[in-house]
C-alpha cells in the first residue's frame, strides 16, 4: 500500500463548479498534513496546512479525518487559474528533519 | 521570501558522465532535500540532510551521492548517469521543525529537467 493515495484524476469542471479531492494516509501516527499545488512544469508550492479542526483560506477548505486516516480539499466556485496537480503530503513521523511524503498528485482542470 | 535556487533549469548528458545538480537557500534553512520526479510516480526522495555534511538516504539512493560542505549549498552527484536518471530534479530546504513556527513546510527550487542520452 502506497504512504500517501490520491485519485490522479484528471478533474475536468467548468468555472464556478465546487470540487473535491481525497487523499487516504497509510501511517496513523503522522501528525502534519498539507495540500500543495504544482502549475505545470513548475516547482510544488505550499497552497495550505490541514488542522484537526479543519481549516478554511478563501474558497479553499481542507479536512482531516485522522479515525479514517482522510484528508480532503474541497475548491468553491473554481477558477481558471486553479488549474493544477494537487499533491497531498504528510509527515514522515519518527524525524524531526522535516521529512515529507508527497501523494502522486491530483489533476485538476478548470474550462471556460 | 525564501529562495531556492537550481544551477541549471535543462541539462543534456550522455551515458557514463558524471553529473553535479547544485541547489542553494537563502533562509538559512537546516535541512535540504533532493527528490525526483517522474510521470505516475510523483517525487521521490533521493537523499536529504539535517546539518552540514550530514546526509541520510531517502527512498531511492542507488546511483545518486550528495554533499553538504555549506549550509546553504547541497549538491546532487550522478556517478554515472544512466538513462534511467532522465527525470525532473527538484531541489527542497526547510527549517529545522523544533525551532520554526512553520512547521515541516518544505520550499522548492525550480527544478531540473535532465535528459541522459
Known amino acids: 500500500r502506497k504512504e500517501v493515495e490520491q485519485d490522479p484524476g484528471p478533474f475536468n469542471v467548468p468555472e464556478g463548479a465546487t470540487v473535491a479531492f481525497n487523499c487516504t494516509y497509510s501511517?496513523?501516527?503522522?501528525?502534519?498534513f498539507f495540500w500543495y499545488r504544482q502549475d505545470c512544469r513548475k516547482e510544488p508550492k505550499l497552497l495550505m496546512s490541514?488542522?484537526?479542526s479543519g481549516n478554511e483560506d478563501g474558497r479553499f477548505t481542507a479536512q482531516l479525518n485522522r479515525a479514517s486516516q482522510y484528508i480532503s480539499l474541497l475548491i468553491r466556485d473554481s477558477k481558471l487559474s486553479d488549474s493544477a496537480t494537487y499533491l497531498c503530503?504528510?509527515?514522515?513521523?519518527?524525524?524531526?528533519?522535516?521529512?515529507?511524503?508527497f501523494g502522486q498528485g491530483t489533476i485538476l482542470t478548470v474550462h471556460p | 521570501d525564501v529562495k531556492v535556487t537550481q544551477s541549471s533549469r535543462y541539462l543534456v548528458k550522455r551515458t557514463g558522465e558524471k553529473v553535479f545538480l547544485e541547489c542553494v537557500q537563502d533562509?538559512?534553512?537546516?535541512?535540504m532535500f533532493w527528490y525526483r520526479q517522474d510521470p505516475g510516480l510523483g517525487l521521490r526522495l533521493i537523499y536529504f540532510?539535517?546539518?552540514?555534511?550530514?546526509?541520510e538516504k531517502g527512498d531511492i539512493p542507488e546511483g545518486y551521492s550528495v554533499s553538504r560542505e555549506k549550509k546553504e549549498r547541497f549538491s546532487l552527484i550522478l556517478e554515472s548517469a544512466s538513462t534511467n536518471q532522465t527525470s525532473m530534479y527538484l531541489c527542497?530546504?526547510?527549517?529545522?521543525?523544533?525551532?520554526?513556527?512553520?512547521?515541516?513546510?518544505?520550499?522548492f527550487g525550480p527544478g531540473t529537467r535532465l535528459l541522459v542520452l
Open positions: 490541514v488542522y484537526s
Open positions: 533562509m538559512d534553512h537546516e535541512n
Open positions: 501511517n496513523s501516527a503522522s501528525q502534519s
Open positions: 503530503v504528510v509527515n514522515a513521523y519518527g524525524t524531526s528533519y522535516g521529512k515529507l511524503t
Open positions: 540532510s539535517y546539518d552540514v555534511k550530514m546526509k
Open positions: 527542497a530546504s526547510s527549517p529545522n521543525v523544533r525551532t520554526s513556527g512553520s512547521g515541516e513546510t518544505q520550499y
